[in-house]
T-cell receptor
């Protein structure tokens, strides 16, 4: 059974600081996704990582994937308040037809 | 309308009521999904439909009954629910990219369900 673990589950950080969210998964997977969810709103796709060593960046967020370690990271650079949200990683199992297994999410709060 | 829409956005129902949630996608996708998001658990996949055929049912109680009349519409029929079924119900859709078999999912705004 594929399991996805994120840590930390809660993260409070100051504006301007850097931090990394980790996503570990238990079995081999081809693809990993990062989503953002604002309070009371739906999930927004941030990144899709397709292969080992994949790195994608959008603004202050950078995601990477190490399929050998079964690990993805979401790095936040010089955080700003607008990044406050819950971030989910999701893994698509090998042979899956699009069924994603989500982590519990990391609730990020960026304070002035 | 663009993207994935869901109605109603909020629903309060008693345990003896019957109600339905509706999802519509305007993206030309061929797969649609129902998820449950509650405070105590990770996002849980409930049902998957590919080309209107149900391909996944993750041990969901029979008081939840999905219906997919076409690739653009998905319903979740609810009856005799329990208070623990109160949650945010999210609909999503996807379409595999031919060159990569990619199943990036696009989510609707969700229906906040409260069962009294």
């Amino acid at each position: 059974e594929l399991k996805v673990e994120q840590n930390p589950l809660f993260l409070s950080m100051q504006e301007g600081k850097n931090y990394t969210i980790y996503c570990n998964y238990s079995t081999t997977s081809d693809r990993l996704y990062w989503y953002r969810q604002d309070p009371g709103k739906s999930l927004e796709s941030l990144f899709v990582l397709l292969s080992n060593g994949a790195v994608k960046q959008e603004g202050r967020l950078m995601a990477s994937l190490d399929t050998k370690a079964r690990l993805s990271t979401l790095h936040i650079t010089a955080a700003v308040h607008d990044l406050s949200a819950t971030y989910f990683c999701a893994v698509e199992g090998r042979g899956s037809q699009g069924n994603l297994i989500f982590g519990k999410g990391t609730k990020l709060s960026v304070k002035p | 309308e663009t993207g994935v829409t869901q109605t109603p956005r909020h629903l309060v129902m008693g345990m003896t009521n019957k109600k339905s949630l509706k999802c519509e996608q305007h993206l030309g996708h061929n797969a649609m999904y129902w998820y449950k998001q509650s405070a105590k658990k990770p996002l849980e996949l409930m049902f998957v439909y590919n080309f209107k055929e149900q391909t996944e049912n993750n041990s969901v109680p029979s008081r939840f009954s999905p219906e997919c009349p076409n690739s653009s519409h998905l319903f979740l029929h609810l009856h005799t629910l329990q208070p623990e079924d109160s949650a945010l119900y999210l609909c999503a859709s996807s379409h595999p990219k031919r060159d990569r078999g990619l199943y990036e999912q696009f989510f609707g705004p969700g229906t906040r369900l409260t069962v009294l």
